[in-house]
């Protein structure tokens, strides 16, 4: 079992950065690999970046590609989201999850297994 708890949202203006931090609980942080998906109103809920284990492997939508940066700390159960250049569209709630399938950046939703309540993000134009 695996809880996760987000935090670091807020309100930024375009074009500003923020870091999103994701707090796992148990002692078994390493197996599992990472993931951020964010869902705006109105919106299917939609993946924004992976990283493996170890954090040797990356993944991320094109949509964010060269402006966000995912990235982990096993000591301290922790999985990050570095955000710069921030977009209106980029606002949404943003969700950390944790998937059993640690040795590749995994896209796929239901591969999922554990997720975080979830985090808003608010970029005002």
């Known amino acids: 079992q695996v809880q996760l708890v987000e935090s670091g949202g807020g309100l930024v203006q375009a074009g500003g950065s923020l870091r999103l931090s994701c707090a796992a609980s148990?002692?078994?942080?390493?197996?599992?690999?990472m993931g951020w998906f964010r869902q705006a109103p109105g919106k299917e809920r939609e993946f924004v970046a992976a990283?493996?284990?170890?954090?040797?492997?990356?993944n991320y939508a094109d949509s964010v590609k060269g402006r966000f940066t995912i990235s982990r700390d096993n000591a301290k159960n922790t999985v990050y989201l570095q955000m710069n250049s921030l977009k209106p569209e980029d606002a949404a709630v943003y969700y950390c999850?944790?998937?059993?399938?640690?040795?590749?950046?995994?896209?796929?939703?239901?591969?999922?297994?554990?997720w975080g309540q979830g985090t808003q993000v608010t970029v005002s134009s």
């Open positions: 990283i493996t284990w170890s954090g040797g492997s990356t």
């Open positions: 999850a944790a998937t059993p399938v640690y040795s590749i950046p995994v896209v796929d939703s239901t591969s999922y297994a554990y």
């Open positions: 148990g002692r078994t942080f390493s197996r599992y690999g």
